[in-house]
């Protein structure tokens, strides 16, 4: 459950992740005390559960900024509305569905049966980690000069809080150019296409914003096929061949 320990003289001292976050909250509430929306992981016990092909899959999406959520809290308010209508969050649940069962044909995900529709989102949605960059609401439009000036003074929050979650995928979400510069930096390697790359022991794919203009299932298509090409790069590496 994200436990880390530490040593402080002749003690041991294990601090769960939730100890651990809530220093970074205390970073940015400082920042901006009434306006910042906390994210990380949807739900700890389908997050530590969600599996494919016997190996743990713990996807983390990273976005620009808050625009779906009426609490302080994002996790919170996905769990109180685990299937909202929104077109971003229904597009990142299906991401997660997907990525944890294989790719399963899009209309399989968009089943004329609703219920087995929501209880598939609903799934994909609880089982990921959600962490925007800029922890205030933005408004219709994101001002990427104001996130880039956030993600550049808060860097360290980010990073930290990202380790600390833990993830085995990031999907970086219209991102991708602030996390290899600002995030990533000397951690990053990339492919030549310049679509995906690890990050440490992390790998990272990056991918439109759910609201692009492509239709749900190209962006849905779009993100099997890179991760399917990504797959033989990741090996690679892992064998030392990048």
Same mark, same amino acid.
């Given at each position: ?118 209880? =598939?989102?609903?799934? /994909? ?5 959600? %962490?925007? !960059?800029? *922890?205030? $609401?933005?408004?219709?439009?994101? +001002? ?48 030549? =296409?310049?679509?995906? /790359? ?5 790998? %990272?794919? !990056?991918? *439109?914003? $759910?609201?692009?203009?492509?239709? +749900? ?26």
């Amino acid at each position: 459950m994200g436990l880390k320990k530490i040593i402080v003289g002749n003690h041991l001292i294990v601090e769960t992740r939730e100890q651990q976050e809530e220093v970074i909250w205390e970073k940015w509430e400082k920042r901006d005390p009434k306006k910042v929306v906390r994210d990380g992981i949807i739900n700890e016990d389908m997050w530590e559960k969600c599996m494919w092909e016997k190996s743990p899959v713990k996807v983390l999406f990273l976005l620009k900024e808050p625009t779906e959520c009426n609490d302080s809290d994002l996790r919170k308010y996905f769990q109180k509305n685990p299937v909202p209508k929104a077109r971003i969050v229904q597009n990142i649940a299906r991401w997660s569905y997907g990525i944890s069962h294989g790719f399963p044909a899009f209309s399989d995900i968009e089943s004329n049966n609703v219920e087995t529709n929501k209880a =598939k989102l609903k799934e /994909g949605l609880q089982s990921c980690a959600w %962490v925007n !960059l800029k *922890k205030t $609401p933005g408004g219709s439009r994101a +001002d990427m000069k104001e996130i880039k000036d956030v993600v550049n003074r808060m860097c360290e929050a980010l990073t930290k809080q990202i380790l600390i979650i833990g993830p085995t995928h990031i999907i970086c979400c219209g991102t991708g150019d602030l996390f290899k510069k600002c995030i990533a930096g000397n951690g990053w390697k990339w492919d030549n =296409k310049d679509y995906f /790359g690890k990050f440490k022991n992390t790998k %990272v794919v !990056l991918m *439109k914003h $759910p609201s692009s203009w492509q239709k +749900d299932y190209m962006m849905y298509y779009a993100l099997k096929g890179i991760l399917s090409a990504a797959s033989e790069y990741w090996v690679d590496t892992e064998n030392g061949s990048h």
